[in-house]
Each structure stands twice: as structure tokens, then as C-alpha cells.
């Protein structure tokens, strides 16, 4: 297996690598958080048809495991963070939808401001995503993301009732 480019039969022979690249979405040549954040789409329609406790779980499990996943990826790929590695895109745009309406223009709304802050990495984001290696260090930086766009989410969900 190439430490510089994958194939989709790298990700079907390592499972782990499989989840890393957002079964497969984090191979696109182009904007590869992009297309992971949008193979992270479906799972949010089960997790917002589920009860909050279990969404909870689903978040907490999914940062705990994708830390692993994330560390595994990054050094078969010799690269710390590589662009394909989404699993944290996943997180982060689970994050960001958490106990907000039904509806596309949510989870567009969502889609959108997810990707601003995990792009453009405003402060602490930025910070972490240079000072905190390893797998937690390439899952926090979308964690945050998330928040920042959850925090927006709620605001609006609020002040739109």
C-alpha cells in the first residue's frame, strides 16, 4: 500500500482506512472535506430519527473511535492530517446537526456554516489544528467546528420559533 495515494481497494483491504476516508469520499481529487462532509449527510437522518441520548453516544463513540481511526490513517499516509482522512468531517457535521429542526434548509444551513468554520479555522480552531498532533489532534479542530455551528444553529432555531 502507498504511503502518497490510496485506491478504493487499499480502503476495502484495512476497514479502519475504510472509515478514515468516509468509505471512500476522502479519495476525491478535489475539496476531499467537502465530499466527506457530504457522505455525512444520510447518517444524519438516523441520527435525528433517534433520541437524543442515543445521537449523544453516537457523537462520543464516533470521536473516540475516529481519534484511533484518524491516528491510523495519518500514519499509513506518512502525512499528518492528510486531506483525505474525513472521519473527522463526519464528526464535525454530526456535531453541528445535533438537536436541530428537521428540514433541508437546516441541514443546509448546517452543510454551510460547517464548512466556513472548518475552512476557515477562526480562532481556537487554527491554533489546535497547528499545536495538537496525532488523532486528536486532526479530530478537534472539526469538533469545534462544529460547535461554532451548532452554536449558530440553535441561535437561529431559537430566535426563528
Not at 434548509?105 to 496525532?134: E, T
Request: charged share 10%; proline share 4%; with cysteine.
Amino acid at each position: 500500500m502507498s504511503t502518497v495515494n490510496l485506491s478504493f481497494k487499499d480502503l476495502i483491504r484495512d476497514p479502519r482506512l475504510l472509515l478514515a476516508f468516509g468509505f471512500g469520499s476522502g479519495l476525491s481529487p478535489k475539496a476531499p472535506g467537502t465530499f466527506g462532509t457530504i457522505a455525512a449527510l444520510p447518517f444524519v437522518f438516523l441520527l435525528q430519527a433517534s433520541s437524543i441520548y442515543t445521537y449523544l453516544a453516537v457523537l462520543l463513540i464516533g470521536f473516540v473511535v475516529g481519534v484511533y481511526l484518524c491516528e491510523h490513517a495519518s500514519k499509513v499516509m506518512g502525512v499528518h492530517d492528510h486531506g483525505g482522512i474525513v472521519w473527522d468531517e463526519f464528526i464535525g457535521m454530526w456535531l453541528a446537526m445535533l438537536a436541530v429542526p428537521l428540514g433541508w434548509q437546516w441541514l443546509l444551513a448546517g452543510f454551510v456554516l460547517f464548512r466556513i468554520f472548518d475552512i476557515a479555522k477562526p480562532w481556537p480552531i487554527g491554533w489546535l489544528d497547528k499545536k495538537v498532533s496525532g488523532g486528536f489532534g486532526i479530530m478537534i479542530d472539526d469538533v469545534l467546528a462544529g460547535l461554532y455551528a451548532l452554536l449558530i444553529l440553535q441561535l437561529a432555531a431559537f430566535y426563528l420559533r
